[in-house]
């Protein structure tokens, strides 16, 4: 249940997305050259995100189903809004292969992705802030984790059997509550619907990968909350793989046996978890810097269009992408 704020936000997520697409696009491409110059002068941190979401090195020719930037599909209006508000800046006619929506695999031809498999052979998985009214949103916590309920808390669908394994292992906690908000989950399962700040009353927070990631990992790490999960397997823009156990997070067992004994150890050790907590914090911080992640984008779309032979690059900006 979306909140006033919340859909007003997205109405002007709308609003200003549909405007730009009545503008007049060569305004845009006429910035191209200013932009990338100086996305290029950024520093050396914002080049390894680049490269990390764009790991291609060698040229390359997309597919014959390769789509034209002014023929970009629009059925799934956010992915299609997150992209064409960089693509926009192109020539209309450079052509992109894309995959929108949860992407199990790993494309055979590079594309431009929200999500990609956490493993070594993944490099043609672009991975672009797709949906991200959804997956960014990390809204302000206030309670500290001292003063947050001692529980541990989880809601969600049961659209991976991870969840409801989780769900069959914690039943008989009495520290828990977790259950399946929708309403066709099975009665056993079942628990009412909480909002993130309801979620955020809790000291502990499981975070669960459904159809690939977890939707609620970023804000649940940029709450005052302790997220505990099993090591994720699938990343996005938020470099999931990058996260460390921990660190950043308290790992879990794939059967949940240790989430007793974990949740004991924080129990007595507050300041233990306080300090993955303010990690955590930082991690996302990152994220919130909207100069480098519009000019990661952006670089990231040059770095393709270079190495499909469709643009030839200007010296200075190729040598920073490249290093």
Known sequence: MASIQRTTAKLFYYA??????????????????????????????????????????????PSPDAVRIDNLPSTRSMYYYDLKEFARYFDPGLRLDLEFGDVIGVPKVP??????????????????????????????????????????????????????????????????????????????????????????????IVSLEGNDV????????????????????????????QLEANVHYVPLDPDFADLTDKVSYFEKHPAAAE??????????????NE??????SLLALYKYFVLSGQIIPDAAIWRYIMG
């Open 16 to 61: 200003r997305n549909v405007m730009r697409d009545i503008a007049p696009q060569a305004f845009f491409r006429r910035r191209l050259a200013d932009r990338l110059e100086k996305a290029a002068q950024s520093d050396e941190a914002v080049r390894r995100r680049l490269n990390y979401y764009n790991k291609l090195q060698d040229s390359f020719s």
């Open 275 to 288: 300090r993955i907590v303010a990690s955590a914090n930082a991690y996302c911080r990152k994220f919130s």
């Open 214 to 241: 977890a939707t609620n990992l970023k804000w649940i790490m940029n709450s005052n909350s302790l997220c505990l999960m099993p090591p994720p397997t699938y990343e996005t823009w938020f470099a999931e793989s």
């Open 111 to 204: 594309s431009f992705v929200k999500n990609r498999p956490i493993h070594a052979d993944n490099g043609n998985a672009l991975i672009m802030k797709f949906n991200k009214f959804r997956h960014f949103h990390m809204p302000a916590d206030a309670v500290t984790f001292a003063d947050k309920l001692p529980a541990v808390v989880w809601r969600g669908d049961l659209n991976n059997p991870i969840r409801t394994r989780f769900l069959d292992a914690v039943r008989d906690l009495p520290f828990c509550d977790a259950g399946a908000h929708k309403p066709d989950a099975p009665a056993r399962y079942s628990k009412p619907f909480l909002s993130i700040s309801q979620h955020l009353r809790y000291r502990y």
């Open 291 to 296: 100069w480098s992640e519009q000019a990661i």
